[in-house]
């Protein structure tokens, strides 16, 4: 019987930090499986510069909020197929407001997506590891998760959240070999923070004392430390990769 591809899946992987992971996790040699929500033409591209790397990829469309969608992606496209070595719930959303004026969509889709869309793929992944005794799980939260951000409430719930689930998931899977850790990015360039005015983006960079916004490789290079041999013994920590701005 020929051996099962060592699969690294990245949620929200077609663009900025997931982007940047599933490049990396590729790089460290696993064939990586990317979903997107909205975007197909930006997660083929992923796929084919992975591809052009000497790399091996594939996308998909599936909504990491839709626990039934969630539940029939692993069943279909990873059980019995794939050995699920690296789960990294990178998928995320903001829809920012002020807690008075703050709309119940906003603060349901936010914590659907960030963290129930976590805890779905990870409960899945979970069921598959426990069985191969062996997993990484990466969550990726954020700095402000643990320091609080006004006009964030949400995304801030959903990201303490997805510390706590971490904390949690880590203490439940130990005994079978899978670890389970977040990264918390602090100020990161992608395509969630490009439409941040300038005035908010300098004070921003006030409080990082390494005085710089950070890459979507820093991140990437957190989570495949997380995913690669040297990080066997570390499970249900918080890695912050935030130049200094909450230590
Ligand atoms: P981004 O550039 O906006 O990219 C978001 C990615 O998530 C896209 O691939 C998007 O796919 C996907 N996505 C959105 N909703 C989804 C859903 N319901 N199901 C599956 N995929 C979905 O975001 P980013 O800045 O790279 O952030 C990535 C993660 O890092 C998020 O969890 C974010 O909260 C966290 N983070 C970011 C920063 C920062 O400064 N950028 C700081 C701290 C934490 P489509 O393109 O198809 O919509």
Known sequence: MSELPKVALVTGGSR??????AERLAKDGFEVFLTYVSRPEEADKVVAAIEAAGGK???FKLDAS???AVSA????E???KASLEVLVNNAGITKDGLIIRMKDEDWDRVIQVN???AFACLREASKIMVKQRQGRIVNI????GQMGNAGQANYVAAKAGLIGLTKSAARELAGRGITVNAVTPGFIQTDMTASLPEAIVSKMLESIPLGRLGGSEDIAAAVSFLAGPGAGYVTGQVLAVNGGMYM
Do not use: E, M, W, Y
């Not at 939260?141 to 402000?144: D, F, K, L, M, Y």
């Open 16 to 21: 900025g930090i997931g982007r940047a992971c």
């Open 57 to 59: 990829a594939k996308a």
């Open 66 to 68: 839709d626990r039934d």
């Open 73 to 76: 992606f692993f069943a279909n």
């Open 78 to 80: 990873i059980k019995d």
């Open 115 to 117: 963290l129930t869309g």
């Open 141 to 144: 939260a954020s700095v402000v």
